[in-house]
């Protein structure tokens, strides 16, 4: 085949492979990268005034937003899981009777002692009223890294297992205006949303907790682990 043929020839079969390339990608768009690197809640070191204007922006954000969002719930005071559970679903008919809560977010308050925090995963009432039991269960399984966390862990574990007011916060799911009633619900010290792009599993959690008043920062670990 003379060379200027055999040219043409390559040419006409790297034009048709782009072609084909270009109607495979029309067909098949790309799908979008669902967000990976979301965290709710607050930053190390951050102000908590900074923190809950923050939480209030999320919210502000979705004014003409009908989408479901993920979000965290960051209370108070310390509830049950039963109590938790209550406060987030609100009465029925309420606006914030839509949202669902996905899990309870356990911290058992000991004074000057650093204690885990422990998510369970909650499917309705029933569920949340023994989440309670679920952490214990696990910190029961926990042997500790040293001896001080393994007591740390056991006096948590006791506490949980009598249902002490130990639920700091709520994964929750729903709409704009059922977050926005949330968040106004006595009891609740702030309601932060991510995206409505965001996938469960792939965003961090860490909850304010109520006893941090001015900087997000762990508190002392200096005190007596109690027996239980």
């Given at each position: 085949m003379p060379d200027r043929t055999r040219s043409v020839a390559t040419a006409g079969v790297v034009g048709a492979l782009v072609a084909l390339v270009v109607a495979l990608g029309a067909a098949n768009p790309p799908t979008r990268t669902p967000v990976a690197t979301d965290r709710l809640g607050p930053d190390s070191g951050e102000p908590v005034a900074e923190y809950l204007d923050r939480a209030r922006a999320s919210l502000a954000d979705t004014d003409t937003d009908t989408a479901e969002h993920w979000a965290l719930v960051s209370l108070t005071a310390e509830l049950t899981d039963a109590d938790a559970y209550r406060?987030?679903?609100?009465?029925?008919?309420?606006?914030?009777?839509?949202?669902?809560?996905?899990?309870?977010?356990?911290?058992?308050?000991?004074?000057?002692?650093?204690?885990?925090?422990v998510v369970v995963g909650v499917a309705g009432p029933e569920s949340a009223a023994r989440a309670a039991d679920v952490a214990a269960g696990r910190l029961q399984g926990s042997a500790g890294e040293w001896d001080r966390q393994a007591r740390v862990d056991a006096v948590s574990a006791a506490r949980l297992s009598a249902d002490c007011a130990c639920v700091v916060g709520m994964t929750v799911r729903g709409d704009p205006e059922a977050l926005r009633a949330l968040a106004a619900t006595p009891g609740v010290r702030s309601v932060e949303a991510l995206p409505a792009d965001a996938v469960f599993g792939r965003f961090?959690?860490?909850?304010?907790?109520?006893?941090?008043?001015?900087?997000?920062?762990?508190?002392?670990?200096?005190?007596?682990v109690p027996a239980r």
């Open positions: 406060l987030a679903v609100g009465a029925p008919g309420d606006p914030a009777s839509r949202v669902r809560v996905s899990e309870l977010l356990f911290r058992v308050p000991v004074e000057r002692v650093q204690t885990p925090l961090a959690v860490v909850p304010l907790l109520p006893g941090q008043a001015e900087t997000v920062a762990p508190g002392p670990d200096d005190g007596d």
